[in-house]
């Protein structure tokens, strides 16, 4: 064998086991998907997020930059339940990636995996942004980040087979850290039972659910409506009569109705990371959780 063969060969059995060993690429489409598959992943995963903490999920454009992200992408993880109904389906259609089709594998949808609150009996569009598979802000509850981690470590163990062992190990450490950290918040946060509260959208139910607090209003008159001065002043009127300790928004809303609402109700009005990278301290899954109990327990004094 020639020199010139010799190093041909070489170079080709150095690709094929670069390509065996590459990390996947896996794009999640929000920031708590991105965290979990990191957890789950670590070096086996090449993980980027198609929104921030600072966007509305419902509403996301599909940049050139992201829609490249996808084509190449081995794993979406995304929440389901039409969280992402407005800019998911183009976003795919547009990347070509024949991997994502709807049923496939490479294709994770979280809200296949929780009990769903809220869900409708009826569809009635003029009710505002209704969602037919139940509330789809399932993040917020971190039971429901312990079935889907579980949920997602089979899948990547499905795709990637051979790093199959490393997933289940990162899960059994995952689950273990969880289950402690959800003992330390669920103590911290028993002052926090039966405290009432109003939201700006429908996006804290399931948190509400876990800790076991009470919204009594939203700022927006329908899931989706901007708030109205009119309709704020009808709440205004009613907290009189049935109080609430706070009123609440995720990071990427905008402040000014919360404001409003605060400065005549006499309540505090607070901003939750509501997934991670909402504030500087919710850098992560745990962050996220420790960070939006110490601000509950903060403002709800």
Known sequence: MTTFFKRLLLAALACIGLQAHAALNVVACEPEWASLAK?????????????????????IEARPSLIARVRGADLLVCTGMELEVGWLPVLIQQSGNARLAVGSPSLFEAGRFITPLEVP?????????????????????????????????????????????????RLQAFSARSSAAMQ????????????????????????????????????????????SVGHL??????????????????????????QWLSDRAHIPAVMLPFTV???????????????????????AK
Do not use: C
Not at 144 to 168: F, P, V
């Open 277 to 299: 990278g909402g504030n500087a301290s919710a850098g992560d899954l745990f962050g996220l959780f420790d960070s939006s109990v110490a601000i509950l327990l903060d403002a």
């Open 184 to 227: 330390k918040w669920e103590q911290q946060a028993r002052p926090l039972k039966g405290v009432a509260f109003v939201a700006h959208h429908k996006n804290m139910n399931y948190l509400a659910d876990w800790l076991g607090m009470r919204e009594v209003g939203t700022l927006e008159p329908k899931p989706g409506v901007e708030p």
């Open 39 to 59: 957890e789950l992943g670590g070096d086996k995963l090449n993980v980027s997020s198609a929104t921030t903490a600072l966007q509305d999920p419902h509403h």
């Open 233 to 258: 002043t009808e709440l205004n009127n009613r907290l009189a009569q049935q109080p609430a300790k706070l009123v609440v928004r995720a990071a990427y809303e905008d402040p000014r109705a919360s």
């Open 121 to 169: 009996t009826r569809l009635d569009r003029s009710e505002g942004d209704v969602h037919a598979a139940g509330n789809p802000h399932i993040q917020q509850d971190p039971r429901n980040i312990a079935k889907i981690a579980s949920a997602l470590s089979a899948r990547l163990a499905q795709i990637d087979a051979a790093n199959a062992k490393t997933y289940q190990d």
